[in-house]
């Protein structure tokens, strides 16, 4: 059983900036991928950034130009740095990683205030 466990979620103001890390309970390098989705209130969970084993990275078209995802091999943490923070990125985020099964944390919440 992977656990996933998170941190980094808060309270923000509209334009702030917060940093989400999750660290897994094995090698990040053993999983194919390993990123972030989001869940709002009374919505879908919705992809946000992933990255390869190989470092390739994907992110949805809401948060281009605005997160980042990477990771700190020698810290086995993957990291997710949200600038330019809107009110619309109010959601749980989950850390998400797959090896041979999709496995997820039990989320952390993001508030962004207008």
């Known amino acids: 059983q992977v656990q996933l466990v998170e941190s980094g979620g808060g309270v923000v103001q509209a334009g702030g900036s917060l940093r989400l890390s999750c660290a897994p309970s094995g090698n990040i390098i053993s999983f194919v991928a390993m990123g972030w989705y989001r869940q709002a209130p009374g919505k879908g969970r919705d992809l946000v950034a992933t990255i390869t084993n190989g470092g390739t990275t994907n992110y949805a078209d809401s948060v281009k130009g605005r997160f980042t995802i990477s990771r700190d091999i020698a810290k086995n943490t993957v990291y997710l740095q949200m600038n330019s923070l809107k009110p619309e990125d109010t959601a749980v985020y989950y850390c998400?990683?797959?090896?041979?099964?999709?496995?997820w944390g039990p989320g952390t919440q993001v508030t962004v205030s207008s």
């Open positions: 998400w990683a797959r090896r041979i099964y999709d496995n």
